[in-house]
């Protein structure tokens, strides 16, 4: 069983602080790597996709791959009330049809 | 650009009734997607077309029906709801299968079986 996982939280960040994200997943043929943005009652918005190891960035975000320790991890710099959120974690390999999410973080960052 | 379209938005039915919730992508992807998702469950693949004409069991397929009538359509049916099946619906499509590329989501079908 490919399996994705994500601390639960809630994760509780002060207003300006670095929010960081954890996620491992278990299938080491995994590609492609994503992150989205649940608010409550909506649906999952793509906010971040990273294939390579290494540091992406994007505005205020930054994703992080390491695929020898099977981790991503998302940082969110300067963080708002806005990004109180459910944050996803989405993994998928080159051979499979099916992305595996994990159960997400409960973001909550207080003004 | 609409995206991807869920209809209806939301839907109560009785224990029995049948009912088929649709999406349609204007993306010109080939893959689509149904999930459901549950307060601590995540999100859970019901059913996936990988595209036209092809529709692939996921992880939590008993009770439901799919049909992929052309490549922008992908509609689940409810044969007969039962109480279980109250969850939110989610429509997702991607790219091709090796592409890499990211699903995007409709607004999901919030349905309550009594």
């Known amino acids: 069983q490919k399996e994705v996982e994500q601390n639960s939280g809630p994760l509780s960040v002060p207003e300006g602080a670095i929010a960081s994200l954890n996620c491992t997943y278990s299938d080491r043929v995994s590609q492609s790597f994503f992150w989205y943005r649940q608010y409550s009652g909506k649906s999952p918005e793509l906010i971040m996709s990273?294939?390579?190891?290494g540091d992406k960035e994007d505005g205020r975000f930054t994703a992080q791959l390491n695929k020898a320790s099977q981790y991503v991890s998302l940082l969110i710099r300067d963080s708002q009330p806005s990004d109180s959120a459910t944050y996803l974690c989405?993994?998928?390999?080159?051979?499979?049809?099916?992305?595996?999410f994990g159960p997400g973080t409960r973001l909550s960052v207080l003004p | 650009n609409a995206g991807v379209t869920q209809t209806p938005k939301f839907q109560v039915l009785k224990t029995g009734q049948s009912m088929t919730l649709q999406c349609a992508q204007d993306m010109n992807h080939n893959s689509m997607y149904w999930y459901r998702q549950d307060p601590g469950m995540g999100l859970r693949l019901i059913y996936y077309s990988a595209s036209e004409g092809t529709t692939d069991k996921g992880e939590v397929p008993n009770g439901y029906n799919v049909s992929r009538l052309n490549k922008r359509e992908f509609s689940l049916r409810l044969e007969s709801a039962a109480p279980s099946q109250t969850s939110v619906y989610f429509c997702?499509?991607?790219?091709?299968?090796?592409?890499?590329?990211?699903?995007?989501f409709g607004d999901g079908t919030r349905l309550s079986i009594l």
């Open positions: 989405a993994v998928k390999n080159e051979y499979g049809q099916n992305f595996v």
């Open positions: 997702a499509s991607s790219g091709n299968r090796a592409s890499g590329q990211p699903q995007h």
């Open positions: 990273i294939y390579s190891n």
